[in-house]
T-cell receptor, first 108, second 113 residues
Framework: GDKVKQSPSALSLQEGTNSALRCNFSIAATTVQWFLQNPRGSLINLFYLVPGTKENGRLKSTFNSKESYSTLHIRDAQLEDSGTYFC??????????FGSGTRLLVSP | DAAVTQKPRYLIKMKGQEAEMKCIPEKGHTAVFWYQQKQSKELKFLIYFQNQQPLDQIDMVKERFSAVCPSSSLCSLGIRTCEAEDSALYLCSSSPRQPERLFFGHGTKLSVL
């Protein structure tokens, strides 16, 4: 929703290229999570972040709490990276607020 | 990957019928959440359980849904009288405690005709 804004809303990449997705928060997030929803609907947790950076294979994510944003970098995009990427911010407590997603299509 | 199980995978109901979906949280997880997702858009929070107790839920759930977690190994979400607007993917997630990383099931896709 409005508290967590994702950009771009949709993205097309060619195999082998790099890109970055972004989340801007209008709430004071303490942690951020990134998910990939595959075409079948399953949500895979990619990252759980406190302020800082994490890397996992071709994916790298940064959470900057002072400037209220998070990024997800995809390096050497593959066909299986296609899907919808969601970020979710936690302002403290239990409630997690989701963004509206970035639809990524990777083509040969 | 996480082992949150949801059943059934697909559910078709007529308007006015009752619907029930089940979720088996990952073993050892004490926090359980239900979300509703329409047309692959953002997830809408429905209800939160901690140690089988409902701690927060939106008004829609209070009015038309029934949700319980009678044990740490089984939760259910029911709709007393289905309406067309209830057609959505219902996702259950669990985590060891809150705040913590969320793990999701595959979801139950409900279609109300």
């Amino acid at each position: 929703g409005d508290k967590v804004k994702q950009s771009p809303s949709a993205l097309s990449l060619q195999e082998g290229t790099n890109s970055a997705l972004r989340c801007n928060f209008s709430i004071a997030a303490t942690t951020v999570q990134w998910f990939l929803q595959n075409p079948r609907g399953s949500l895979i947790n990619l990252f759980y972040l406190v302020p800082g950076t994490k890397e996992n294979g071709r994916l790298k994510s940064t959470f900057n709490s002072k400037e209220s944003y998070s990024t997800l970098h995809i390096r050497d995009a593959q066909l299986e990276d296609s899907g919808t990427y969601f970020c979710a911010a936690e302002p403290g407590g239990y409630k997690v607020v989701f963004g509206s997603g970035t639809r990524l299509l990777v083509s040969p | 990957d996480a082992a949150v199980t949801q059943k059934p995978r697909y559910l078709i109901k007529m308007k006015g019928q009752e619907a029930e979906m089940k979720c088996i949280p990952e073993k050892g997880h004490t926090a359980v959440f239900w979300y509703q997702q329409k047309q692959s858009k953002e997830l809408k929070f429905l209800i939160y359980f901690q140690n089988q107790q409902p701690l927060d839920q939106i008004d829609m759930v209070k009015e038309r849904f029934s949700a319980v977690c009678p044990s740490s190994s089984l939760c259910s979400l029911g709709i007393r009288t289905c309406e067309a607007e209830d057609s959505a993917l219902y996702l259950c997630s669990s985590s060891p405690r809150q705040p913590e990383r969320l793990f999701f099931g595959h979801g139950t896709k409900l279609s109300v005709l």
